[in-house]
């Protein structure tokens, strides 16, 4: 079974196919590796593509401690970028994996080619936060008392997770039916490390002006809760293009697998032609 081995000695598995530009997948909190295989299965005939699980998610180490911050995590995706002697990469990261991509922009931008962030800010808002963080210290005591497949029950039925239910009844049972399945200490530990630990982004507003990486910010219009996060992000980062998904929620790569590749592949070809340039100054208002 491959795997790559982390700074602290954490074991992560990890797939790959194709040959080309390396692209690496970063999963959110509920799913893990085999939730990008639409994208793999597409981008495998022209790019070098690794999917991977994120400690806590097995097949992936389950470690003990406090060794789930967004630290560990994004780290952990160098890790496996490492371990395969890829020096660049694209970044595609939906939700929690958008965050962990961003911040490999942020401390470590020579290793990305371009950052995908899809689904990407929730539990940012400021005149939130406390409540946020609460919430997510009482969903990861839900995870140890009661076991990731009651979770699951409740969890399916959230809001931004609502339009995948509309569309794709099948795709969603599928889904949450991986969530069940999923290691409930690792959870508890992600969420309450990782969800309810990560520094709100727009509390790193200096550091993200900073950051000529090309990014494409993908959200759903009907993901409230990254709405704000995303228009933030094309505001502050110098080559970012955004693009609404409509009548999309969180889980977009699954939920509108065509649209998603075609926008991603798109960005990715003009990123490796040179055509993805920062924002040129003529086109702000009152430049």
């Known amino acids: 079974m491959p795997h790559a081995t982390t700074r602290d000695d954490v074991r992560i598995y990890f ?13 959110e909190f509920a799913a893990d590796f085999t939730n990008w295989e639409p994208q793999m299965r597409y981008f495998s005939r022209g790019h ?13 180490d389950v470690p003990a401690g406090e060794v789930y911050t967004y630290t560990h995590f994004y780290t952990d995706a160098l890790a496996v970028l490492d371990h ?38 929730s539990g940012s808002e400021l005149d939130n936060l406390d409540a946020w963080r609460k919430q997510c210290r009482a969903n990861a005591e839900q995870f140890e008392t009661s076991g990731s497949a009651e979770v699951a029950k409740v969890t ?14 099948r795709g969603h049972a599928d889904f949450y039916a991986a969530l069940a399945r999923h290691d409930a200490k690792g959870s508890a530990n992600t969420m309450r490390g990782f969800q309810g630990g990560r520094p709100s982004i727009y509390t790193l507003t200096d550091a993200i002006k900073k950051v000529a990486t090309p990014a494409l910010i993908i959200c ?3 993901d409230d809760p990254c709405i704000g ?8 980062l110098p080559a970012a293009g ?11 790569n699954l939920e509108e697998p065509a649209l998603f590749n075609e926008s991603v592949e798109r960005f990715v070809t003009l990123v490796e032609a040179g055509r993805w340039p920062v924002r040129d100054p003529r086109s702000l208002v009152g430049h």
């Open 229 to 236: 996060a995303s228009l933030f992000l094309k505001k502050h």
């Open 242 to 252: 955004l693009a609404m998904f409509p009548k999309s929620g969180h889980v977009l």
């Open 156 to 169: 399916r039925e959230a809001p931004s997770r609502i339009p995948f239910l509309v569309k794709d009844p």
């Open 15 to 27: 797939e790959e196919a194709g040959q080309g530009t390396p692209i690496i997948f970063l999963h």
């Open 84 to 121: 395969l002697k890829i020096e660049r990469a694209h970044l595609v990261g939906l939700s929690m994996g958008a965050y962990s991509s961003l911040q490999i922009g942020l401390n470590a931008p020579e290793r990305a080619l371009s950052m995908t962030l899809a689904g990407v800010g």
């Open 48 to 60: 070098r593509c690794i999917t991977y699980s994120a400690r806590g998610y097995t097949p992936s």
């Open 220 to 222: 759903g219009d009907e």
